[in-house]
């Protein structure tokens, strides 16, 4: 007969087993989809470019030397290049802004919604997601169709009189503001709203009763109170913004480039494919660097509740 | 307790508030008057969805009138955002801001007034010592018990120096023990500060205890206005008389009138004299009211008599239903002694004597 100590470690070794078996999926999918892809750019980018694209077998760092220097064609020195620089920067920049101009126009949407009746939000939050139906393309198309020169913007201004040239708005940061602006929106305003809708409204009115006023209100009460939704909607919209490539392709033109136009670059005509995966790894790292910093900057305070 | 006449803090005007349009429009106040005294305690008691919250919320200016006027001390705060009113509110669930420490909180309304550093930290001091609540100035609002928010709540709304403190069902979240102790609590800053407190609260003990006068409210109107006293031994009306401790409620007709009391001659055919609400028309048939306490059981005849139906024993007093000749029902309370029983057993034929001064006349 077992002992019973054999039966408990029995029990034991089968409980480790199954937990694995019902663990598997799960692993396999995180090894799969994220970790894996991300050592094959890993490896690709200390690969020496081929001809035609794809990568040839032969341990290069010039991928990664690439990302700030350039290989003089003649003498094979490297010296320090900034065109790749200034892209990140402008990226950078950009997407900071997109981050500003949606928690702007954001918050007091997000304010608007929370602040209905229980019924009415679901239709103001339902209309906020529509955009999301219609294919990134085409909204941003549409865009273009607006602000073009012979577009409805310019149009409906000529016509007024109040212009008498078009404004030349298409191929700008500003038409690229306009464009990323609208696309990342609704990934401010949702996670704005969710925070707001938590509010107890009693501590807005306790905060007029204490002789705060609209502003102060806003400055002292709600904005730390919303603090959880202005870090997540931020993120939301500064990651994807840093890497996008659909608007700045149609909205920027080929001379206002940002770093997801970069990479495409390097993988299409370019046919770096190191370079466009040492690209894409130092994306990671500054969105990674940006976060870090972020949250700790954000998040010291106000960490208590949320 | 006579009626001094002093200054009034408050005085509402013939108040309206009108929720909802066309259809669905509810009056949460029906045309509302009071005048709140200088340095009273002033109770607002009522059932939920009585108005005394919307009366309240008016007066701390969360909400504005649809009609009338509220005057502090004489001038007109009706139209004036909560933020330009020298008023300020303890809420019912608090409302600290998880934000910010106990000392934080506290000192939010002396920052927005414009106040030096300096004396904002004196007077959060002050405070903090007035709620006994020194040690905890650094903490959470959420690292705190619900008595110390509760505390912590009170000495926010202070801390400016209101020339009114509204407090809007505060005890209610507190356990009984906790809100007896902040019972005598709320007294005793009421008094060490002289400010006036308008007090909301459903619970009617609680009022009884704590106010120096009442306003008892029942769907948008108030019903009555007096002292504790006056709000029980002489209820108005068959509300007040219900809302506030146990009643019995008689049938009578109205045989004479004179020098504020009436001659009431009730169904068993007995005369008692009566006091008359304020406000009572003449008719053949009113309502009058005794306390379970007035009234007293006798094996002999009484004013009343019937039979005992059911006895309840209480520890300090014993109920003893009684199911009148008149098919009514009466109830008696009886001080218990250590002898043993109340004297009376279930099916005994009894009479009831209504003491000189235990009956009221309703004017309803």
Same mark, same amino acid.
């Given at each position: ?85 200034? %892209? ?69 201004? %000529? ?75 931020? %993120? ?71 | ?83 330009k009113r020298p008023v300020n509110t303890v809420f019912q669930n608090y409302a600290l801001f998880p934000h910010m420490t106990v000392a934080e909180n506290i000192g939010f309304g002396l920052e927005m007034l414009g106040k030096p550093k300096a004396e904002v930290k004196a007077r959060v001091a002050e405070m903090l010592k007035l709620v006994k609540m020194e040690a905890l100035s650094n903490r959470r609002t959420s690292q705190i018990s619900g008595g110390q928010q509760q505390r912590v709540a009170l000495a926010r709304a202070l801390a400016p120096q209101p020339k009114v403190l509204l407090l809007d069902e505060p005890l209610s979240a507190l356990d009984f023990k906790l809100r007896k102790e902040m019972q005598i609590e709320l007294k005793r800053l009421q008094h060490e500060t002289g400010i ?169």
């Amino acid at each position: 007969m077992e002992s019973a100590e054999q039966v408990a470690k029995d029990a034991e070794r089968r409980e480790i087993r199954d937990r694995w078996l019902l663990s598997a999926p799960a692993l396999i999918i995180i090894f799969l989809a994220a970790t894996g892809p991300l050592l094959i750019v890993v490896v690709y980018s200390f690969l020496t470019p081929g001809p035609y694209g794809d990568v040839v077998w032969k341990f290069s760092t010039d991928g990664w030397l690439s990302v700030l220097m350039q290989r003089d064609i003649f003498d094979d020195t490297l010296a320090f290049a900034d065109a790749h620089l200034s %892209i990140f920067w402008r990226s950078a920049k950009l997407s900071f802004m997109t981050t500003i101009l949606t928690l702007l126009f954001g918050f007091p949407t997000a304010y608007f919604i929370a602040t209905r009746p229980a019924r009415q939000r679901d239709i103001w939050l339902f209309l906020i997601t529509i955009p999301f139906w219609t294919n990134l393309l085409i909204r941003t198309f549409a865009i273009q169709e607006v602000i073009r020169n012979e577009g409805i913007a310019n149009t409906v201004l %000529i016509k007024l009189g109040i212009i008498s040239q078009p404004i030349q708005m298409m191929f700008t940061d500003f038409a690229l503001m306009v464009g990323m602006t609208y696309v990342y929106l609704p990934l401010m305003v949702l996670p704005l709203y969710a925070s707001m809708e938590k509010i107890d409204f009693r501590l807005v009115e306790a905060g007029y009763d204490l002789y705060a006023n609209r502003f102060q209100v806003l400055r002292r009460v709600i904005i730390p109170l919303v603090k959880p939704g202005i870090i997540a909607g931020s %993120i939301l919209v500064f990651i994807p913004a840093l890497g996008a490539y659909v608007t700045p392709r149609v909205l920027g033109g080929s001379k206002n480039m940002m770093l997801g136009n970069l990479i495409e670059l390097q993988f299409g005509q370019g046919r770096n494919w190191p370079l466009g995966s040492a690209l894409s790894l130092s994306l990671m790292a500054i969105v990674m660097v940006a976060l870090l910093l972020y949250v700790r900057a954000v998040g010291r305070r106000g960490g208590a509740h949320g | 307790m006579p009626e001094q006449p002093g200054r009034s803090a408050i005085e509402v005007r013939g108040v309206r508030k009108v929720f909802g349009t066309g259809e669905s429009q509810v009056a949460a106040l029906d045309t509302v008057s009071v005048s709140i005294r200088e340095n009273e305690f002033f109770t607002l008691l009522g059932p939920s969805g009585c108005g005394k919250t919307t009366l309240l919320r008016l007066i701390a200016g969360f909400d504005f009138p649809s009609a009338g006027e509220i005057l502090l001390h004489g001038q007109d705060i009706a139209p004036l955002p909560p933020f330009k009113r020298p008023v300020n509110t303890v809420f019912q669930n608090y409302a600290l801001f998880p934000h910010m420490t106990v000392a934080e909180n506290i000192g939010f309304g002396l920052e927005m007034l414009g106040k030096p550093k300096a004396e904002v930290k004196a007077r959060v001091a002050e405070m903090l010592k007035l709620v006994k609540m020194e040690a905890l100035s650094n903490r959470r609002t959420s690292q705190i018990s619900g008595g110390q928010q509760q505390r912590v709540a009170l000495a926010r709304a202070l801390a400016p120096q209101p020339k009114v403190l509204l407090l809007d069902e505060p005890l209610s979240a507190l356990d009984f023990k906790l809100r007896k102790e902040m019972q005598i609590e709320l007294k005793r800053l009421q008094h060490e500060t002289g400010i006036t407190f308008i007090f909301v609260t459903h619970d009617q003990e609680e009022a009884l205890t704590m106010s120096d006068r009442i306003a008892v409210m029942s769907s948008g109107k108030i019903l009555q206005v007096g002292t504790p006293w006056d709000i029980y031994d002489k209820p108005a009306e068959r509300f007040v008389a219900d809302f506030i401790g146990e009643t019995n409620f008689l049938t009578a007709a109205i045989t004479g009138m004179g020098n504020g009391k009436a001659r009431a001659t009730l169904k068993s055919g007995a005369t008692i004299d009566a006091t008359v609400a304020e406000g009572f028309q003449p008719k053949d048939n009113a309502t009058v009211v005794v306390r379970p306490e007035h009234a007293k059981l006798t094996s002999g005849k009484g004013d009343l008599s019937g039979t005992v139906e059911n006895i309840v024993y209480f520890g300090t007093d014993t109920h003893i239903h009684v199911r009148l000749d008149s098919s009514e029902t009466f109830t008696v309370r009886q001080q218990n002694t250590r002898s043993a029983g109340c004297g009376f057993e279930r099916g005994d034929k009894v009479g009831i004597s209504i003491g000189n001064d235990a009956a009221q006349v309703l004017r309803d």
